[in-house]
Nanobody, 122 residues
Framework: QVQLVESGGGLVQAGGSLRLSCATS????????MGWFRQAPGKEREFVAR????????IYADSVKGRFTISRDNAKKTVDLQMNSLKPEDTAVYYC???????????????WGQGTQVTVSS
């Protein structure tokens, strides 16, 4: 079956960096637009970043633009999120997403990982 497994979350001080990784199995990875979303306590899940099937295009939420970088390795079937200059407001559970469109919204047919917690202390 399709599996998306995130790793790399943790506790970091404001201004620090973390690198999230999502390992996938059971899907034709290069057929999917891959992305990251996040959900903070009491808030709705929100878009963070997405990358095209070939990796030549990416889009970011305004709140993370210039600080976060999404990348993918189609041979390894992984997608990463490099997060720099982290802020307390970046604290959330981060979810890996496999979808069809390079957009900022998710679809009911998207596939999700279980999430990884990122906590940024001030």
């Amino acid at each position: 079956q399709v599996q998306l497994v995130e790793s790399g979350g943790g506790l970091v001080q404001a201004g620090g960096s973390l690198r999230l990784s999502c390992a996938t199995s059971g899907l034709i990875f290069s057929n999917y637009v891959m992305g990251w979303f996040r959900q903070a306590p009491g808030k709705e899940r929100e878009f963070v970043a997405r990358i095209s099937r070939s990796g030549d295009r990416s889009i970011y939420a305004d709140s993370v633009k210039g600080r976060f970088t999404i990348s993918r390795d189609n041979a390894k079937k992984t997608v990463d999120l490099q997060m720099n200059s982290l802020k307390p407001e970046d604290t959330a559970v981060y979810y890996c997403n496999a979808g069809a469109l390079l957009t900022t919204t998710w679809s009911a047919v998207d596939t999700w990982g279980q999430g990884t917690q990122v906590t940024v202390s001030s």
